[in-house]
C-alpha cells in the first residue's frame, strides 16, 4: 500500500519513483543495530552506497542507555531530533543536548554516547563509511569533535534575497559544491512548487508539521521524527504547517539546486 514505508521492488521502481518514501515516525520499522541486543539501540538505516558503505540513519538509544568510550572508523554527523541526548569526550563532562543540537564526530575518535531522559533519544546520523564499533579506555588527548547545541546555531538565509524565506545551518560539506549534511528551517505556511533535485537526499524533521509529496493533492503529513528517503529526479513538494516554523536534518549527496517540474494536476496545482 502507499503507506508501506519500504521501497518498491527492482522491478517497479521505475513506476514508482515520483513517490517520495516518507514515513511517519510511529510507523519506522526498527532493527536492533547490534541482533545480539534486541533492547538496545535501534536504526532505521534511510539511505546507503554499498560500494563505500558510507549510510544515513535515524537511530533510537533507549532512555538511560549509556555506551561507554568507543571509536569509529568513519567520520559521522548527527542531529538530535529530541532532548537528553549527551555526546561527549568522555563520561560525565557534558550536559544533555536540547532538540536541534549537531554534532561532528571525527572517525577513529573516542567519544561516549549517554541517553539522559526518561523517554528515548532519537538521532540523525549521516556516517562517511560503513559502521563499526571499537570500545576504548583513553580519551582523546585533544578531541576535534564538534558539538552544537540548538541555542548556539548559527542560521542563515538559503537565498539572501529571500531575507523571510528558508535558512540553513551547514553541519557538514558545500551546499553550493557538493555532498553536505544541514538543518533547514521553512517559515510557518511556507510552500515549494513542484520540483526536483539533481541529488539524492534524505531527510527527518525536528519541529513542526511538515507536508511532502509528488503533487498538491498527495501530500503526506510528517511531524518529529518522520523522516523521508527521496532519489535524485524524484518530482516532490513541501508545505510547512501554519501553526509554527519547520525544522528538519537533510543530508544530499550532492550540491543543493532545484528545478521546478510543470504539473497539470487540476486547479488545486496552480497557485
Do not use: Y
Not at 77 to 83: D, F, G, I, K, P
Amino acid at each position: 500500500g502507499g503507506d508501506n514505508p519500504k521501497a518498491a521492488s527492482t522491478e517497479d521502481v521505475s513506476a514508482k519513483k515520483a513517490v517520495p518514501a516518507s514515513v511517519e515516525f510511529a510507523n519506522i520499522p526498527w532493527k536492533p543495530s547490534n541482533p545480539n541486543a534486541p533492547q538496545g539501540v535501534m536504526v532505521h538505516v534511510l539511505s546507503r552506497n554499498a560500494e563505500t558503505g558510507a549510510f544515513n540513519a535515524i537511530v533510537k538509544i533507549p532512555a538511560g542507555f549509556k555506551i561507554p568510550l568507543h571509536t569509529h572508523s568513519a567520520s559521522f554527523n548527527a542531529v538530535t531530533l529530541n532532548h537528553g541526548m549527551v555526546h561527549a569526550a568522555q563520561t560525565g563532562t557534558d550536559k544533555p543536548l536540547p532538540k536541534g543540537s549537531m554534532w561532528k564526530q571525527p572517525g577513529d575518535e573516542p567519544h561516549v554516547d549517554e541517553c539522559h531522559s526518561d523517554t528515548d533519544c532519537i538521532i540523525m546520523v549521516f556516517f562517511d563509511g560503513a559502521i563499526d564499533t571499537h570500545m576504548v579506555t583513553t580519551p582523546s588527548a585533544s578531541p576535534g569533535m564538534v558539538v552544537t547545541r540548538a541555542e548556539d546555531i548559527l542560521w542563515k538565509p538559503v537565498r539572501p534575497d529571500m531575507e523571510n524565506g528558508p535558512r540553513i545551518a551547514v553541519l557538514d560539506g558545500n551546499p553550493k559544491e557538493s555532498a553536505f549534511a544541514a538543518l533547514i528551517e521553512f517559515p510557518a505556511g511556507m510552500t515549494t512548487s513542484v520540483h526536483t533535485h539533481s541529488a539524492n537526499f534524505v531527510g527527518g524533521i525536528v519541529s513542526g508539521t511538515h507536508h511532502r509529496g509528488s503533487a498538491p493533492d498527495r501530500l503526506m503529513t510528517l511531524t518529529n521524527g518522520g523522516v523521508w528517503s527521496e532519489k535524485s529526479g524524484a518530482p516532490h513538494m513541501e508545505k510547512c504547517g501554519d501553526e509554527e516554523a519547520c525544522v528538519f536534518a537533510v543530508q544530499m549527496d550532492g550540491a543543493l539546486d532545484q528545478e521546478k517540474v510543470e504539473i497539470s494536476a487540476g486547479p488545486q496545482a496552480s497557485n
